[in-house]
């Protein structure tokens, strides 16, 4: 093989995460010329077109689809590679890169984020919160967390919590207004502050377990909100039943303000996992990281 086409590579592969030729130069930080001069010899070389190029974007050919799945994990396989080789110049260093839903960032990252960027300053951390989820490879993650262990081919997942619960809160002041609901036949006749996923914009169904069954209940809306602190906050002022799960209602700080409702209905979220891609060796970074978030998961070791 052409002993430019792993430079010819990691250009095109940076464009399909980056979306644009512009967003790869910025990424790899060369000019676009040099960027669009390696996507037309990479071409040359395969000797099919890998984009479709119009002026709004550029979408990958059969070609160039095919070409970037079967290279995919054999760039990572380089990039951590030629990483583990550099980790031998010192301490640990670079750009790191976790996607996380909030549930995960409450729990485990918010309380512990800043004592690990103290511990190493020349780690550059990017914490990107997305309920949804997400491939770390084809998005250009170092590591992530979501609930569950189903994970893609060559992806470890450790476990970091046991399954909790997602329960129903109300305000005194709403309790002395309203009343608690005693059955699951009255909730309709109260309002739900509601979430709202960011990721697929949809709205969360209520879904409470009813003698072992799943089942969903429809109410009326007193708010909509896609952020966990606004949904808290509602509660607190009396504006409806709010979802929020149990572990994260044992740290505020005005746990008493929140009154459980229909407790006995509350479903459980399976736990919460760290995963990343399996490799033997990996970057001194992203060692750092998984060895933090056990460590302070009360894992380390096990």
């Known amino acids: 093989m052409n002993s430019s086409v792993y430079g010819y590579l990691t250009v095109f592969h940076t464009i399909v995460a980056e979306g644009s030729i512009a967003g790869a130069s910025r990424k790899l930080h060369i000019a676009p010329p040099s960027v669009s001069q390696s996507l037309k010899l990479l071409e040359q070389y395969i000797g099919l077109p890998l984009f479709h190029r119009t002026t709004r974007k550029m979408e990958l050919t059969e070609a160039g689809t095919r070409l970037f799945e079967s290279t995919q994990d054999a760039m990572q396989s380089l990039s951590v590679a030629v990483e583990a080789v550099q980790d031998l110049k ?35 951390l990017e914490i990107a919160i997305d309920d949804g989820t997400v491939d770390i490879l084809q998005e250009n993650f170092d590591l992530g967390i979501r609930f569950g262990d189903k994970v893609e081919e060559n992806r470890v997942a450790k476990k970091l919590l046991e399954p909790f619960r997602l ?136």
């Not at 485990?108 to 103290?118: G, S, T, V």
């Not at 303000?257 to 399996?278: A, D, G, T």
Request: proline share 9%.
């Open 90 to 124: 010192g301490t640990p260093s670079g750009k790191l890169r976790i996607t996380i839903p909030r549930i995960a960032y409450w729990l485990l990252i918010k309380p512990h984020f800043a004592e690990f960027c103290q511990r190493y300053p020349d780690i550059e």
């Open 167 to 302: 329960g129903l809160y109300v305000s005194p002041a709403y309790a002395k207004q309203y009343g608690i609901p005693k059955r699951i036949a009255n909730l309709p006749q109260h309002k739900l502050i509601n979430f709202r996923f960011t990721t697929s914009n949809r709205l969360m169904p209520l879904t409470l377990n009813n003698k072992g069954q799943d089942i969903t209940v429809e109410m009326p809306s007193g708010l909509i909100a896609n952020n966990l602190e606004v949904v808290m906050d509602a509660v607190r002022q009396g504006l409806g039943i709010g979802r929020v799960f149990e572990p994260i209602i044992a740290q505020q700080p005005d746990v008493s303000n929140f009154i459980p409702v229909l407790e006995q209905h509350w479903k459980y979220f399976p736990p919460l996992y760290l995963y990343y891609l399996q490799h033997n060796q990996k970057p001194a970074r992203v060692r750092a990281l998984i060895d933090f978030i056990l460590e302070k998961a009360g894992l380390l070791g096990v």
